[in-house]
C-alpha cells in the first residue's frame, strides 16, 4: 500500500528509499508502519511535518 500510495502515485520517495526506510524502522521498537510515514513526512517537510504526522489509523479531533 505504502508502494503504491508514496512511490507511484504521488512520488514523495523512491522504491529504493522506501525499502530503506522499512529495513531501518523494523530494528526501532513499535509500529514500523507508523515510523516510516514520519520518517516519510520528515523527507517532505523536515521536523514541523514529521511531528505533525499522525500515526497510521490515527485522526486529529475535528474540533
Do not use: E, N
Given at each position: 500500500?505504502?508502494?503504491k500510495t508514496f512511490v507511484q502515485q504521488r512520488r514523495d520517495v523512491t522504491e529504493k528509499e522506501l525499502m530503506e526506510y522499512n529495513a531501518f524502522c523494523q530494528?526501532?521498537?513499535?509500529?514500523?508502519s507508523s515510523q516510516t510515514l514520519t520518517l516519510i513526512g520528515y523527507k517532505r517537510g523536515g521536523?514541523?511535518?514529521a511531528v505533525a504526522t499522525p500515526?497510521?489509523?490515527?485522526r486529529l479531533p475535528a474540533c
Open positions: 500500500m505504502m508502494m530494528l526501532l521498537p513499535g509500529a514500523s521536523v514541523p511535518l500515526p497510521s489509523g490515527s
